[in-house]
């Protein structure tokens, strides 16, 4: 169960690689030689290494030429580690959700307008502080495009979401951050609009919805003053960005009509039933949700191997569960659509080293001495009980399988069936998206799992978050809540002592 393709790109080179011919077994025998990145540490700091990634890009990028082929007189190990933690520079810093950008004026009002609920640095919304960032904005939240405000704006990197606190106090990347309450955020940041409703719109809204905001309105400290005599611009237009852009007041009116509406109703009431660590992550733009499908847990992607050839040969299940992708490769040019809708940012410089750097993060192992007995045993349990579905190299599904099969929701087997792109900007994506041909056509339907590695330091656990964590997985602290349906049947088919040496067991994965 010891992932096995973390030694791949160390052993084979760079260019097989990045010509797609990379098998993760066949690495197995190779020694694995000192990781290129520090993922794991006692604090943000160290799992950042803001002096080695910050100026990685600029490296990496010098190393290749006009096609970006890297130019023949750069040393194989050179090329290798900046791509690597270039890779690490892009997923800590880029923008990358398909999340409209938030001007700046509004992120900032945000904060100053509800300091009792999002707190000086989001951290009350489960973001992470930021060390590196001058402005003293959290982790994740990063400078983006102004293609749509005409104005400074921000959006999420990838690692608001996938840099998390393991249990023991630890930091880890690749680990959920399961505090993060995206949901909330994503209300908030759409409240200047519902300030600028009439009454008569505000009643069409859900009544759930609207009583939401009314709330955010009577807790809005409302400030004109920034308390040194002069106007706070950033609290004026975060109440009256309507009205500035119908007088055309700012670079291209705040923010651009065209693509800024209120969400669909059921976008909004999926963050409004939301929580930490289990929401809608492509909303509103990609307005997946069909009446039903529940949030999603954010999965750790600890070890994701994603080789197009594996999922080929039926060795892999497909990257992603909402919308499957045959590579790792696939998702990531995806995500850069979704992000900058811009089909020119697709080359392999910018994918080839986020995808190198996923390829090689480690799963934490826990500091948790563990009985090797117990371990013995609980292995014989897994291969009797789990593994004809946990068959991956880090007990992943390397096939998906029928909601009803393991209890799970029968929306999720593929939610992108009722998909329809509504709003201005998800049309815009939907098109580009479909020109790059990145998802698997037609979707496959079915669930896969997700991997078991680092299952000691999780929460949330199945694709819709729904079982607590590993003690819950086991019923090991009494009997699951009535929404942890799937893999009841480990509860009532397994005995209390066969239940607690896979607990034992799965910790070591
Ligand atoms: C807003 C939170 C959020 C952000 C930002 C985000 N992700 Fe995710 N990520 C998720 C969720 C939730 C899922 C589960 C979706 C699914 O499986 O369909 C996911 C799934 C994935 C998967 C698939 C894992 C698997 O088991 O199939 C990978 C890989 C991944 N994300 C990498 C990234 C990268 C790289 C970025 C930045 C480019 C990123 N994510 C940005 C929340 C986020
Ligand atoms: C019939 C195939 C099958 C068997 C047998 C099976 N599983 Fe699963 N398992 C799955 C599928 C499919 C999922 C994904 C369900 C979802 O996300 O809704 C899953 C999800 C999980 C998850 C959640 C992973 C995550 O991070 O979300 C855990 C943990 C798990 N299984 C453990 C086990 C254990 C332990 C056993 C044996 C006692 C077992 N499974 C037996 C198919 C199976």
């Not at 080695?52 to 890297?70: N, R």
């Not at 563990?370 to 068959?391: E, Y």
């Not at 078991?452 to 819709?464: D, E």
């Amino acid at each position: 169960m010891k992932p096995l393709f973390h030694s791949l790109f160390f052993t084979l080179s760079w260019m097989a690689c990045s010509r797609g011919f990379a098998n993760p077994s066949a690495a197995a025998s190779h020694t694995k030689p000192t990781s290129i990145t520090q993922d794991v540490g006692s604090s943000i700091e160290d799992i950042f290494e803001y002096d080695k990634t910050s100026v990685a890009c600029g490296k990496y990028w010098s190393f290749l030429d006009e096609s970006d082929q890297p130019k023949t007189s750069v040393p194989e190990t050179d090329l290798r580690r900046e791509e690597v933690l270039c890779g690490k520079w892009l997923f800590l810093s880029w923008e990358t959700t398909g999340k409209l950008p938030l001007p700046e004026l509004l992120f900032d009002a945000i904060q100053r307008s509800w300091p009792e609920r999002v707190g000086t640095q989001f951290e009350k919304l489960g973001f992470l502080p930021n060390p590196f960032d001058k402005r003293g904005r959290p982790l994740g939240v990063t400078r983006s495009t102004t293609k749509y405000t005409g104005l400074p704006a921000v959006n999420i990197s990838c690692s608001a979401c996938h840099v998390g606190q393991l249990p023991d106090g630890r930091f880890s990347v690749g680990a959920p951050n399961t505090k993060l309450d995206m949901s909330t955020f994503n209300l908030m940041s759409y409240f200047p609009l519902f300030a600028t409703m009439s009454n008569q719109d505000r009643a069409l809204l859900h009544p759930e919805v609207r009583a939401y905001y009314l709330e955010l309105e009577r807790t809005e400290k409302n400030r004109i003053g920034d308390g040194k005599g002069r106007i706070d611009w950033s609290n004026v237009i975060f109440k009256y960005s309507k009205l500035l852009r119908w007088l055309h007041i700012g670079a291209k009116g705040l923010p651009d009509a065209k693509y800024v509406v209120m969400p669909p109703e059921r976008d909004l009431l999926s963050w409004i039933h939301g929580k930490p660590g289990v929401f809608n992550p492509g909303a509103p733009m990609l307005t997946l949700q069909v009446e039903g499908v529940p949030n999603l847990a954010v999965p750790q992607i600890w070890g994701v191997s994603g080789f197009e050839q594996d999922f080929a040969n039926g060795k892999t299940a497909p990257v992603g569960q909402t919308t499957k992708y045959s590579s790792l490769e696939k998702f990531a040019a995806d995500a850069l659509i979704y992000a900058y809708q811009d089909p020119a940012l697709n080359r392999p410089r910018n994918i080839r080293p986020l995808v190198a750097y996923l390829r090689q993060i480690e799963t934490p192992k826990t500091l948790e001495v563990l009985d090797p007995a117990s371990v013995v045993t609980g292995q014989t349990v897994f291969n009797h009980s789990c593994k004809s579905c946990h068959d991956g190299a880090s007990g992943e599904s390397t096939k998906i399988y029928g909601a009803h099969e393991v209890d799970s929701i029968a929306a999720l087997e593929n939610p992108r069936a009722g998909y329809e792109a509504t709003t201005p900007i998800s049309k815009l994506i939907a098109e580009l998206s479909d020109t790059l041909g990145a998802r698997i056509e037609p979707q496959p339907i079915g669930i896969k799992s997700r991997r078991l590695t680092g299952l000691w330091a999780r929460k949330n656990l199945m694709t819709h978050g729904s079982v607590k964590d590993i003690d819950d997985l086991l019923c090991l602290k009494g009997s699951r809540s009535v929404e942890a349906f799937t893999h009841q049947e480990i509860c009532s088919e397994l005995n209390f002592s066969e239940r607690q040496s896979l607990l034992s067991y799965l910790k070591t994965l």
